[in-house]
């Protein structure tokens, strides 16, 4: 799971990636989060990093999350669970 893709994504500011969550792993400096088929890549020093580091937990693999980027310094990016309608 931790070998690095050969393609990586950025959020823009005010850009929602939602997928199954399939986990968060750092290699070097660089911190990756597989979204589906996508894999996001942060530098691992980061407030982005830190951010998905503390919110994302194990028992959310195979679930749908959100990962939203903003403009805002300080919260960068918000992580929600996506619960579904039944």
């Not at 690095?4 to 750092?26: A, N």
């Not at 070097?28 to 989060?33: H, K, L, N, P, Q």
């Not at 980027?69 to 619960?83: A, G, S």
Request: glycine share 4%; net charge positive; proline share 3%.
């Amino acid at each position: 799971m931790n070998d690095v893709p050969s393609k990586l994504e950025r959020l823009d500011f005010w850009t929602e990636i939602i997928g199954f969550y399939l986990g968060i792993f750092s290699v070097d400096r660089f911190t990756y989060v597989r979204i589906g088929k996508k894999t996001l890549v942060f530098d691992s020093n980061s407030k982005e990093a830190e951010i998905l580091r503390h919110q994302l937990k194990n028992e959310f693999v195979n679930q749908t999350v959100g990962i939203l980027r903003t403009d805002c310094p300080e919260v960068p990016l918000v992580v929600r669970l996506v619960k579904r309608l039944e």
